[in-house]
């Protein structure tokens, strides 16, 4: 258990749809990453977000969006879904940033758009 | 950008041979991370390292932090069934904590 939690583990939605993912970070952790993985792929970074602020961005498409709460929890909203945005999303977290700690990952929502 | 070459990308072994994948990267990075993902699971920490040169084990698996900065290897000694999955290796680079992926490692193991 590494200790960040993600909600729901499976979903399961139609084309044009918004959905949201949420992220419990590690017990202290201010840093949270969220990352995009699609079948047979490598990890895709999507955001990061330090202590409530948006720290770096990758390749987050326009319509996805996500925030970091005053609790650190954060999620990720998938808006106007397509087919091609079925894939496992992961957050991580990790203690602060630029401080080169170590990512630890939750189990993935598991998102299937149909 | 920073770009991380992992190799190989697969590979098929019998169980209890020895197993060797490695990371290179276009520029330094100040730390290397190893993780393990099973199928449909959340990739799960190996092994880091924060220092040129460094060599760390657990339990039978070891990597090292190269001299040049630029790349790490992992080695599995006597692998089992248990080690089949995706073998991701990361690295942070001088810029910021973001974390660059390598494209991964299928590891097969034939009991």
């Known amino acids: 258990d590494s200790g960040v939690t993600q909600t729901p583990k499976h979903l399961i939605t139609a084309t044009g749809q918004r959905v949201t993912l949420r992220c419990s970070p590690r017990s202290g952790d201010l840093s949270v990453y969220w990352y995009q993985q699609s079948l047979d792929q490598g990890l895709q970074f999507l955001i990061q977000?330090?202590?409530?602020?948006?720290?770096a961005k990758g390749n987050i498409l326009e319509r996805f969006s996500a925030q970091q709460f005053p609790d650190l929890h954060s999620e990720l909203n998938l808006s106007s879904l397509e087919l091609g945005d079925s894939a496992l999303y992961f957050c991580a977290s990790s203690g602060g940033f630029g401080s080169g700690n170590t990512i630890y990952f939750g189990e993935g929502s598991w998102l299937t758009v149909v | 950008g920073q770009q991380l070459n992992q190799s190989p990308q697969s590979m098929f072994i019998q169980e209890g041979e020895d197993v060797s994948m490695n990371c290179t990267s276009s520029?330094?990075?100040?730390?290397w991370l190893w993780y393990k993902q099973d199928p449909g699971e959340g990739p799960v920490l190996l092994i880091a390292?924060?220092?040129?040169?460094e060599l760390t084990s657990n339990g039978r698996l070891t990597a090292q932090f190269g001299i040049t900065r630029k790349d790490s290897f992992l080695n599995i000694s006597a692998s089992i069934p248990s080690d089949v999955g995706i073998y991701f290796c990361a690295g942070r680079g001088t810029s910021g904590s973001r974390l660059t992926f390598g494209e991964g490692t299928q590891l097969t193991v034939n009991p």
């Open positions: 977000y330090y202590n409530g602020e948006e720290r």
């Open positions: 520029s330094i990075f100040n730390t």
């Open positions: 390292l924060y220092k040129a040169g």
